[in-house]
């Protein structure tokens, strides 16, 4: 890194109802939200970042839920939970009522467009917000953490050195690093191979974690990364946005669009962090199996498409392999339903629906959606100059979130 940039660390954390009310129904499935009245992961990811004395950073919260009714509540949450912490370097709360007032100010600027893009109630609305706020803010570079993390003292030195650089002839506009476990392991826990490539899904990610450390130099191109360790600069971000219609894999459906739109993401292998996630409550196999239904079946669709377009990069399948490649074949059907049939009770059927309707309703999704992304990548960096020259929104959120004018340098 060469120079100062404006730096927001951004970090999502997810909600759901009090330990006695976990059967509520719920219109967002996140893997593991932490119940109002439990206790979060959030501030010993803070406290870790205390640890970091430069470059300066500004920290931004964006407070997800799995039902409207939870908003106040987490937010109250949040608010208290990141008290202690503004004497240590400025943070803020976005929650659903600063959604609310974006939302509005985006109608009155007659920007309709971005309002698929905002959503506190889905990964990749979160991940939206998590860029278009930062940049109403005047972001140059997002540092993109999750609440079940803790970084060492040089994380955030490390994240900064390449981002916005040349790197082996290249720019480095996007980049990600690796997950640890407490252990300080890379790789995902694995059982015998099954035969099923869902069932089996760790051991496709690990042998892709490690192709990349395999490959030379200390940064790679990669086409996977992990949403809780990504650093994005503002010519990437204003650019390229996290696609709305993606159930899961929102990270690595993110590089996928980066390169659709010309960009190189890159994978730094040392850049690290470690993951230590809570009890996951209300994420159940089936649930998160649905999704990843869902999210490859509409992958390979929307790669099947830009294959026939002009104004994208090609990113031919093999290129993915073995993860995702692997789940975007021509058996991706047949592997999804016997892996929902394994998994399918009774209860889930009731509450999901069946393995067969399931399929079903991923290829209403698809057919529905996937044509509509290319629309909405174009939209976007026009939604983001707007966005960024709205001197009365920044002043607004800036009002809102408390954030003192000299912590936020150019602004």
Known sequence: MKGSLEVFIVIPTYWTWRRDQLGEASGALFDHPTPVDGKSTLPRLLRSLCQVKEPPFSVLVLTATVHPDLEQAAAERVNGLIAPFRESFPIAQFSAEELKLVRKRA???????????????????????????????????????????????????????????????????GLGGLYLDKEGNPFLPEHPPTGNIFLDKNIFMNQAIKRLLEKPGRLARTYIAFGGNMVLHRNLFTRVPFDPAITRGEDIDYVINAHLAGFDFWFDKELTITHLPPEPYGALPYTKLLQDVYRFIYEREKLRLAAERDDVNPLPLEALNPYPGRFLQDDLTDQALEALRSKATPEMVSSYDSPEAIITAARRHTDRMAPCYFGLARVWPCLMEILGQDASLRQRLLARFGFPSVSLGKL
């Open 107 to 173: 109608q009155e600027l007659g920007q309709w467009d971005l309002l698929p893009f905002l959503s506190l109630r889905s990964y990749p609305g979160v991940r939206n917000c998590q860029l278009i706020i930062p940049h109403i803010l005047g972001a140059e570079v997002i540092v993109a953490l999750d609440d079940d993390e803790v970084i060492e003292p040089d994380y955030l030195p490390k994240a900064l050195e390449f981002i916005g650089q040349e790197y082996r002839g290249k720019r480095v506009w």
